[in-house]
């Protein structure tokens, strides 16, 4: 049992999330050192969702609204943290959920499947029944990519990403929005944005900004897009790190 007045117990709880999705086969083995990974840059950036971050966040909503053809990709960390948002966020989107999964095997991604059909995702792909082509350039079991999902998507959210894919997509001249609490990952640096914070704070705060921004025109949307630029969120991201480290 997790003790609520444990200092570290908001911390505690998503390890244990993350425990649990690797004991019910949605978490590779590498998913847990990666979930270790955030941690220690959310320790840097003091656990927080910055300004900085607010701002990409509500830059991340107004490209929702504005895209033709967005597509939620999941992998097992996603899962394991924030599924009930993914859903929610497609519900109110009507937009796909796909599982792209590093370590891909029929097995996880049953499993996965399962999670999002409880939730009551309309629309799910790369599941093992559909059709798929490589990305090009990408080599193993994480090169397939749905041909109805990413393959034809104008938008492309990736939370947790690893860097190989986000520059394979890249490349491909996709939108990318990515979580990675690390700013210096290559999915951080290749994106078109990057939300540099923990993605159990970022898709509640997304999801209210899609809200907020819903009857926005067009207009005001892509004035908001036009206005961002993703060095200057990246080199902000940094500097908030530093600045607790000042002496
Ligand atoms: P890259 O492949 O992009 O160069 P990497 O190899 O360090 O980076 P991966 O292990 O491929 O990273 O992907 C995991 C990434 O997800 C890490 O950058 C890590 O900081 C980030 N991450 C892990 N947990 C979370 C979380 N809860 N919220 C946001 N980001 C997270
Ligand atoms: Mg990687």
Redesign the pocket.
């Known amino acids: 049992m997790l003790n609520k007045d444990h200092p570290r117990y908001e911390s505690l709880l998503?390890r244990h999330k993350i425990v649990e999705a690797h004991k019910n086969g949605i978490l590779a083995d590498?998913g847990m050192?990666?979930?270790g990974?955030?941690?220690t840059?959310?320790y840097l950036i003091g656990e927080k969702t910055t300004d900085n971050s607010i701002n990409t966040i509500k830059v991340s909503a107004a490209y929702f609204l504005n895209a033709k053809r967005p597509v939620l990709s999941v992998n097992g960390?996603t899962t394991a943290?924030v599924a009930e948002d993914i859903a929610k966020l497609s519900k109110m989107l009507d937009i796909p959920v796909e599982i792209n999964l590093y370590y891909r095997t029929d097995e996880r991604v049953k499993r996965i499947e399962e999670v999002y059909k409880k939730l009551g995702v309309k629309e799910i792909l790369g599941t093992n029944d559909d059709e798929f082509i490589d990305t090009p350039n990408l080599n193993g079991p994480r090169s397939p990519v749905s041909i109805d999902g990413i393959s034809k998507s104008d938008l492309i959210f990736i939370?947790?990403?690893?860097?190989?894919r986000?520059e394979a997509l890249y490349n491909l001249g996709k939108t990318i929005i990515s979580?990675?609490?690390?700013p210096l990952?290559?999915?951080?640096q290749t994106s078109t944005v990057t939300i540099v914070?923990?993605?159990?704070r970022a898709m509640p705060l997304l999801i209210k900004y899609v809200e907020e921004f819903e009857d926005y025109s067009s207009d005001e949307l892509t004035k908001m897009i036009n206005n961002f630029d993703n060095k200057v969120n990246l080199d902000n991201s940094i500097r908030d790190i530093l600045n607790r480290f000042e002496l």
């Not at 990952?185 to 951080?188: G, I, M, P, Y």
């Open positions: 998503l590498s050192i990666a979930h990974r955030g941690e840059y959310d960390n943290l939370p947790l990403e690893d860097g190989d986000a979580v990675d609490l690390n990952s290559r999915t951080a914070d923990n993605i159990v």
